[in-house]
């Protein structure tokens, strides 16, 4: 049975971090592009992060400014999203996604994400 789980989330206070997974089960996630996205309150959902396939190339958005790192650890299946230096401004619904094969991952083309899990809530605040 395919499950697609994010944890991590909570309550931080602003400059703290935060490290978000993504956990699968049914699918071995190395086979697969998998990115990092978030929606605000009334805000459109937004990549974060994303990785290829096979370990390839690594895409930030702007937005992270050098502060979150995306990476995979193939033996428990998962990938992971360090945040730090949060900021208010990252208080969002964060959600993983896959999409096989993909070795060169793209966020802006989140239709092309097959599998999507429901998301872990971030809270950046003092």
């Known amino acids: 049975q395919l499950q697609f789980v994010e944890s991590g989330g909570g309550l931080v206070q602003p400059g703290g971090s935060l490290r978000l997974s993504c956990a699968a089960s049914?699918?071995?996630?190395?086979?697969?592009?998998v990115g990092w996205f978030r929606q605000g309150p009334g805000k459109e959902r937004e990549g974060v992060a994303c990785v290829s396939a096979g370990d390839g190339m690594i895409v930030y958005a702007d937005s992270t400014g050098g502060r979150f790192t995306i990476f995979r650890d193939n033996a428990k299946n998962e990938v992971y999203l360090q945040m730090n230096s949060l900021k208010p401004e990252d208080t969002s619904t964060y959600s993983c996604?896959?999409?096989?094969?993909?070795?060169?991952?793209?966020?802006?083309?989140?239709?092309?994400?097959?599998?999507w899990g429901r998301g872990t809530q971030v809270t950046v605040s003092s």
């Open positions: 996604a896959a999409e096989y094969q993909q070795r060169m991952c793209v966020l802006k083309f989140q239709r092309d994400y097959e599998y």
């Open positions: 049914g699918l071995n996630l190395n086979d697969y592009a």
